[in-house]
């Protein structure tokens, strides 16, 4: 009797026991600092002396800053390039996947940027776009000098070179080996019924290979907003710095300033609980998808 | 046996210890000393203080420039340890560590003559000279218009003549422009420091000995030399700074650009880099002149020089378990041959009163000390302002033209906000 109650309450705490150390992890490494974060924004500390409490101070310093209201309209227009990030992906991918002359080469060129970074990619950006850079002068080459801006230096342009190099080319890449993944799954059958039905290319790409990897759809997309919330900033940092003036300054952006150039730690530490609400609501989605794809 | 084999390695780590503990080392953070002509400077003045002090060794350790220094210093504070000796950009961001840094007084009792009370005051607690010391300043740092005297002659116009008003001023840009001649070389790639420097050289002009009020009850809004400053400012953009062949960060190219003879003029800087030495070697020493601003028509502090007093020093931090060694090294840095050193190889303008600026060969550098200064606005702002606000407003305005000028006047009244809250 002893010994089959040991082996009941092994077998009901084992479970626990295996995902301990990742709970204990999950902790330390997540947990523990989302709560000092949002704590700490209740706080006035420069990062060296002792941290001062000063209740809603920094909330209502932050919404009444124009360069919060900013970095919200600037991150607003990066999400606005999360469609065409989804959209080149899956178009490219399901081209791919038809069997292209060379198409090792595109797969190695288009994976390139994930292979070195954001770091690396946006200082290569700045490069390319400045004014005397690669492009303009490709550009210019090529009789299309109207078209060779000063990009980097334009409000605008640099806004919409980031949310285009950032939110759709540097992801094309990883975007079509994870839908070529997800379209290898597709029963090859139904591309048969297709053709078979006198389906062209672009009438079995929306009746047969949409519908088929939407779950995989809507998890990029749900990706796509994660990495413009919360990914972005080593590659502004690098290509734009924030600039021209507050052009490319982002949500993101905005804390590490706070945090670490004016070394007001409680008060970058309310802008990132802002943004904590915004993946918040974001992961809540990817969870229902999860759910719903489960049942 | 065994016991003798055993023992020896204890007493000769024992004796080791003895003699190595008369030795002591002085680590020094600084984010000069990795390259370029500071390195060489630095190299030179270690080595001439180890060679009067062989009971000091120097471990002189490069960190990156920018953000990421202050992070590191932060980080060490934070742990409560770190190197003996940090260097310090003057101003906001020394006082920020006067908590964790020594009193200096009687280290520098003995040649504190040396350099003017001005300048100790400035690297006192706080700022006001009223607290101890707490950093021993290496260089003073400013800002001005360096000027190609062959290219102005081009033009039809006297190169030693410093133009008396702003109208003369502009009126050489136009003569410079209609001989064909770029008649400020300037960059914006990653900053706009041709129009933050040139703000900085405008504001001393219009406020002089009153920059240090704007942070008490002195107001750009309502001043019309300031609007008129800005004013001037959009004109030199629109039409007579010439950023055609520049792209990389930090307007170096420009500063290449005046040196290879693009440009009559060059809103350089009076530390390390883009100076008259560079210019000097360059251009040759009787082809570069020297504005210290553009005067304004009623502007009471005409030609009046912008200066740091302090661009960058060196402090003690109160962990330091060497601090008198630590103090012997800040002497030699900031006393003796060292400034002499330093000035020499990397141009920046030591201020140590016995340096003998003569002695350079560069008539140009005693032209930019003879004159009277006043304090760099930056100088009076938050961290985030100075280091990141004020050029972005400066971008908003002049470069990319998003704001107006009230608009720029506005948010620059709004960091004397930021710089009176913060005091």
């Not at chain 2, 990397?346 to 200064?373: C, F, H, M, Q, W």
Request: charged share 20%; net charge neutral.
């Amino acid at each position: 009797m002893k010994r089959k109650l040991s082996k009941k309450n092994t077998e009901l705490f084992e479970p626990y026991m295996l995902i301990t150390p990742l709970l204990i992890l999950l902790a330390v490494f997540i947990l523990y600092p989302v709560i000092a974060n949002i704590v700490m924004s209740f706080f006035k500390w420069n990062g060296i002396k002792k941290p001062e409490f000063i209740g809603l101070e920094n909330y209502a310093e932050m919404f009444k800053d124009e360069k919060f209201w900013g970095s919200i309209k600037n991150t607003g227009i990066l999400l606005l390039y999360i469609p065409l990030g989804v959209i080149l992906p899956l178009v490219v991918s399901a081209v791919l996947r038809e069997g292209l002359k060379g198409w090792p080469f595109f797969r190695a060129a288009l994976y390139l940027p994930n292979i070195l970074g954001y770091v690396i990619m946006g200082s290569i950006c700045n490069i390319v776009f400045r004014k005397t850079g690669p492009l303009n002068n490709i550009l210019n080459a090529l009789g299309l000098q109207n078209l060779a801006k000063d990009w980097l230096m334009s409000p605008s342009l640099a806004i919409n070179s980031l949310g285009f190099v950032y939110g759709v080319w540097l992801r094309l890449g990883f975007g079509c080996i994870f839908f070529l993944a997800a379209m290898s799954s597709i029963d090859e059958s139904l591309y048969d019924a297709a053709k078979i039905d006198g389906a062209k290319w672009w009438k079995t790409f929306f009746n047969v290979t949409l519908p088929s990897i939407r779950f995989s759809i809507e998890f990029w997309v749900v990706l796509s907003f994660i990495e413009v919330l919360a990914r972005a900033f080593s590659f502004i940092y690098t290509f734009t710095n924030g600039g021209p003036g507050f052009a490319t300054f982002t949500l993101e952006y905005g804390i590490y300033t706070s945090g670490f150039v004016a070394f007001k730690m409680g008060y970058a530490s309310a802008w990132a609980s802002v943004l904590f609400v915004f993946c918040a609501i974001i992961a809540v989605f990817q969870v229902k998808l999860m759910k719903r794809e489960a049942e | 046996m065994c016991v003798i084999f055993m023992l020896v390695p204890a007493v000769w780590a024992g004796g080791k210890k003895e003699s190595a503990s008369s030795v002591k080392t002085v680590t020094i953070w600084d984010f000069k000393c990795g390259s370029g002509a500071s390195k060489v400077a630095m190299e030179q003045i270690d080595a001439l203080i180890e060679k009067n002090n062989p009971d000091i060794k120097i471990n002189h350790v490069a960190q990156p420039d920018g953000d990421n220094y202050y992070q590191l210093v932060r980080a060490a504070v934070q742990a409560g340890e770190g190197p003996d000796i940090v260097m310090f950009h003057g101003g906001v961001q020394a006082y920020e560590f006067d908590d964790f840094t020594l009193p200096l007084d009687k280290y520098i009792a003995s040649w504190r003559s040396e350099i003017a009370e001005d300048n100790w005051a400035f690297c006192s607690e706080g700022g006001d000279g009223s607290k101890p010391v707490h950093m021993v300043p290496l260089t003073t740092q400013g800002f001005g218009i360096y000027t190609n005297k062959a290219l102005l002659k081009k033009a039809g116009i006297d190169p030693d003549k410093v133009p008396a008003t702003a109208e003369e001023f502009i009126a050489n840009c136009k003569a410079l422009k209609a001989a064909g001649i770029a008649p400020i070389v300037g960059g914006f790639s990653g900053g706009p420091y041709t129009v933050d420097f040139l703000f900085r050289c405008f504001i001393a002009n219009i406020y002089g000995d009153k920059v240090a009020d704007l942070a008490k009850n002195v107001d750009f809004i309502g001043n019309a030399q300031f609007k008129e400053a800005c004013e001037i400012m959009k004109e030199l953009m629109s039409n007579y700074i010439d950023d055609e062949a520049t792209s990389t960060v930090y307007f170096t190219d420009a500063g290449d650009n005046f040196a290879a003879g693009k440009g009559a003029m060059f809103i350089g800087l009076l530390s390390d880099v883009n100076n008259w030495k560079t210019f000097c070697d360059a251009l040759g020493k009787d082809n570069v002149g020297y504005y210290p601003t553009v005067n304004f028509t009623n502007a009471s502090n005409k030609n009046i020089q912008v200066l740091q007093p302090c661009g960058i020093g060196y402090s003690i931090m109160s962990w330091s378990k060497n601090p008198d060694a630590a103090a012997k090294v800040l002497q030699a840095y900031g006393s003796g041959e060292g400034p002499g050193i330093f000035m020499g190889i990397t141009g920046a303008l030591g201020v140590n009163k016995k340096a003998d600026i003569n002695s350079l060969g560069y008539p140009i550098v005693g032209e930019i000390l003879s004159r009277n200064s006043a304090l760099d606005v930056t100088n009076i702002l938050t961290n985030e302002d100075a280091n990141s606000n004020f050029d972005r407003y400066c971008t908003e305005a002049f470069v990319t033209g998003e704001i107006t000028i009230d608009e720029f006047i506005t948010k620059c009244q709004s960091m004397l906000v930021n710089a009176r809250a913060a005091r």
